[in-house]
């Protein structure tokens, strides 16, 4: 047992421990791993809502376009060339001033004395626009590539080695700080180097506006003047591919169409998160939830919108913070008490196989057990048959009174081995026992059972007194089996009998159950029954053993070592014969010592027909 139990341990309760401490260790990431999901989640709509604002711009890109080729249908370019701005101003709002340049450097619009935002336009950008002048710009260009060649070889370094290790689109975001706008007014390599350290997608370059268009048809560039992005875009006709036609964008009226798309998609995600559209000073310019206010510079994730809108983000934010914590602890708490009813279980499925395994050791004993009670069982009768039958057969006792003697002697050792083999195959074939029910009189079938046993007690010196009623006690049962049982109860009062060789019987009518222990007492009333008594003043039953008596094999009092005859048996064939007939059989201590048998069997019938078995 103890071998059994020591492999139980370590082959499965130790393994089982070791693996709910790591469960529970692996509770402390659960709050990491939850948030490191909702961020990937929420970085796929951050990313979403940037594809589409970037998408919308793209599409004003061609709409200006579109706006130029529709000014250029019914005039030469250089025929509109010089009224641009106003033309184009008063068919698309969203142009601030338009301006049309030739790439010889010549600026026909706006003019510089039509109205104020022309006159600070044409200054802040003629010597930019003319190619005088190398500025810092963000650019886009989506048919054509800038001849980076040209620019100073130092620059074109850093910005290949800003383009290597800057992170992918959807890799994370950034926050435009107070550095990188002060960045601005330095060297071009260290305004570089400060977008590197933001970690954003997006770095200036420094050229001249004709190195950026080179071959390009149209294309974007957004420049910082004054801590102030200007936006514009541009455009060369086919018709005239050495005229320029561009448009500053009025970032007001371009950001009333983003408001469309800055929503939170799917649906399910609404009542959590709030997208927002915050400018290059990390301000909200739109938000998905109107009156929503948090930490603007602190979103969960953000995603660049691209160099049309450099340091623009759409940043993600919580509309309860404290959400994600609780849901964490919640699912942490699910985790742990998931991990302890395991545990639980392992500790009660262990603690239950080795009460099995303890309770079929102990079987395997008892059956032990029950071969040597058995083979010595069959050995006594057997040697006390051939003894005298040898004696008598030879001729060697004359006396007739000897004779008789010996012939009861062998009668009792017969009936002695038939109830032995009669109790082994019964119990070895439970399922075949079948019962022939019908009413008899059990109070006769006592009276004839003890007369047939009285001459054998009598015989071993035993006192046998009987308490039976004279008028018939009726009941629905098999009588050979109910038979069976107060032979047994008998042959048990004979066996532990002592010195104290007293065995008394009797028959009692009850009218109710007094006794919750018996079957028929979940009947919802009381139920009229019988009791069959065997008092014996023997050794009595051990405390504790009253009911294990009745299980299989099971012997209060060795039999090898006490010389008390028996196979452990008898009692559990009693009280399976018993249940069957719808009562019990149980032991109580008898006052004066010794112990009361008790059958309980119920008058009335329940629900027992022939051939139960």
């Not at 005229?243 to 998609?265: C, M, Q, S, W």
């Not at 290059?280 to 109107?290: G, I, L, Q, W």
């Not at 392992?346 to 303890?358: A, P």
């Not at 079957?519 to 065997?534: A, G, I, N, T, Y």
Request: glycine content about 6%; proline content about 5%.
């Amino acid at each position: 047992m103890k071998k059994v139990a020591l492999v139980f341990v370590l082959a499965v309760f130790v393994p089982s421990l070791v693996l709910a401490w790591l469960a529970v260790r692996s509770l402390r990431d659960q709050q990491f791993i939850l948030e490191r999901q909702q961020s990937l989640l929420f970085q796929g709509v951050a990313d979403s809502v940037a594809k589409d604002a970037s998408g919308l711009i793209a599409e004003q890109q061609r709409e200006f376009a579109r706006q130029v080729e529709a000014l250029l249908a019914d005039s030469m370019p250089m025929d509109i060339a010089a009224s641009f701005d106003e033309r184009l101003r008063k068919d698309w709002p969203v142009a601030e001033v338009g301006f049309t340049v030739s790439l010889d450097g010549q600026v026909y619009s706006p003019n510089l004395f039509d109205r104020a935002e022309a006159r600070r336009f044409r200054l802040e950008n003629d010597k930019f626009l003319c190619s005088r002048e190398s500025v810092e710009v963000y650019w886009n260009s989506p048919k054509g590539t800038i001849n980076l060649s040209q620019l100073d070889e130092k620059e074109s370094n850093l910005t290949q080695a800003q383009a290597a290790i800057t992170p992918p689109y959807a890799s994370g975001y950034s926050k435009y700080t107070k550095e990188s706008k002060q960045a601005r007014n330095v060297e071009p390599q260290q305004k570089i180097r400060a977008a590197l350290d933001n970690n954003s997608r997006v770095a200036p370059s420094e050229a001249e506006f004709r190195q950026l268009i080179a071959d390009s048809t149209e294309g974007t560039l957004a420049r910082f003047l004054q801590n102030k992005l200007n936006l514009m875009f541009w455009y060369r006709s086919p018709r005239d591919p050495q005229l320029v036609f561009g448009a500053l964008i009025h970032l007001a009226r371009l950001t009333e169409g983003l408001r469309n798309v800055v929503k939170v998609d799917p649906e399910s995600l609404r009542d959590e998160i709030c997208v927002a559209l915050l400018d290059d000073n990390a301000r909200p310019v739109t938000t998905s939830c109107a009156n929503f206010q948090g930490n603007w510079k602190r979103p969960i994730v953000a995603t660049e919108i691209g160099e049309v809108l450099p340091h623009w983000e759409v940043a993600v934010y919580l509309l309860n913070p404290a959400r994600l914590t609780q849901s964490a602890q919640t699912l942490k708490r699910t985790l742990g008490l998931l991990i302890a009813l395991l545990v639980l279980a392992i500790g009660i499925g262990g603690w239950l196989i080795v009460l099995d395994l303890n309770r079929q050791l102990t079987l395997a004993s008892q059956k032990t057990d029950f071969v040597s009670n058995v083979s010595h069982e069959l050995k006594t009768p057997l040697t006390s048959i051939r003894m005298f039958s040898e004696l008598l057969a030879e001729g060697r006792v004359t006396d007739p009174e000897k004779q008789r003697s010996y012939f009861n002697i062998i009668t009792a050792e017969t009936a002695r081995l038939t109830r032995l083999i009669n109790n082994v195959l019964d119990f070895s074939r439970p399922e075949r026992k079948k019962y022939n029910f019908a009413p008899c009189d059990l109070a006769g079938v006592v009276r004839e059972t003890v007369e047939s046993y009285r001459p054998h007690l009598e015989a071993g010196g035993f006192k046998l007194d009987c308490d039976l009623p004279q008028s018939p006690v009726f009941i629905n049962g098999d009588c050979d089996a109910l038979a069976q049982i107060v032979v047994n109860l008998l042959s048990n009062a004979e066996k532990y009998s002592a010195d104290r060789k007293e065995v008394r019987v009797e028959v009692l009518a009850r009218k109710g159950t007094p006794q919750p222990a018996i079957l028929f007492s979940r009947q919802p009333r009381p139920v009229p029954h019988v009791e069959v008594r065997v008092l014996d003043r023997g050794l009595g039953v051990p405390a504790g053993s009253e009911e294990r008596i009745f299980e299989q094999f099971y012997r209060a009092h060795d039999s090898l070592s006490s010389g008390i005859q028996g196979s452990g048996l008898g009692l559990t064939l009693a009280r399976q014969i018993a249940r069957a007939h719808g009562g019990d059989v149980v032991c109580e201590p008898r006052d004066g010592g010794g112990s009361v048998f008790i059958l309980r069997l119920p008058t009335a019938p329940i629900s027992t027909t022939n051939g139960h078995e």
